[in-house]
């Protein structure tokens, strides 16, 4: 069975500071890497996704996948208290409808 | 309106007791999913309709049921709840597969 394996569970940094999320996914025929972010007492909302080795840049979010060593990572750049919230990775198989999720890193940024 | 609804937003059911959940979509998707999330876990895959087949895991098969009698409306049943049903129940919708997932808030339900 597909797994997503998140690092860390949870991560407090000052406002202004880099984030950096890791997922590791347990197949490399993933077909798409997504990020979403989750905000207390919300669903999910999709922040970013990538299909190809390398990176994704998309505003203040750059995406990096690693297919040979089944790693992305999510980084936020000039983190802001509004960007505090769970964030949750997920992958897809080519084909299939459905996609598997990651636990979670629980993100806080302090003013 | 790019949005999915659900009802109730809190649900309190007693064990043995049937549940209704109730999710909507108005963005003509044909694919509507339902995920069961607990604390600190990874929001779990129950089953889902690509537009009138319904899709069921294989662990969770016999303890859910759904309807989906419109492309707008989606439902998730438990016939006789247990406490370990207690859970936030999220409803996704998508368009051709898996790209883009829309999810509503959630139904809290509390089984006691």
């Known amino acids: 069975q597909e797994k997503v394996q998140q690092s860390p569970e949870s991560l407090i940094v000052p406002e202004g500071a880099m984030v950096s999320l890791n997922c590791s996914f347990s197949d490399s025929a993933s077909q798409s890497i997504w990020w979403y972010q989750q905000h207390p007492g919300k669903g999910p909302k999709a922040l970013i996704s990538i299909f190809s080795n390398g990176n994704k840049k998309e505003g203040r979010l750059t995406v990096y996948l690693n297919r040979a060593s089944l790693h992305v990572s999510l980084h936020i750049k000039d983190s802001q208290p509004s960007d505090s919230a769970v964030y949750l990775c997920?992958?897809?198989?080519?084909?299939?409808?459905?996609?598997?999720f990651g636990a979670g890193t629980k993100l806080t940024i302090k003013p | 309106d790019t949005t999915v609804k659900q009802n109730p937003r809190y649900k309190l059911a007693r064990v043995g007791k049937p549940v209704n959940l109730i999710c909507s979509q108005t963005m003509n998707h044909d694919t509507m999913y339902w995920y069961q999330k607990k604390p600190n876990q990874a929001p779990k895959l129950l089953l889902f309709y690509y537009d009138k087949i319904l899709n069921r895991e294989a662990d969770t098969f016999e303890k859910f049921q759904s309807s989906r009698p419109n492309n707008s409306f989606c439902s998730l049943y438990i016939g006789s709840a247990g406490l370990e049903y207690s859970a936030m129940y999220l409803c996704a919708s998508s368009y051709r597969g898996p790209d883009g997932y829309t999810f509503g808030s959630g139904t809290r339900l509390l089984v006691i």
């Open positions: 997920a992958r897809a198989n080519y084909g299939n409808e459905k996609i598997t």
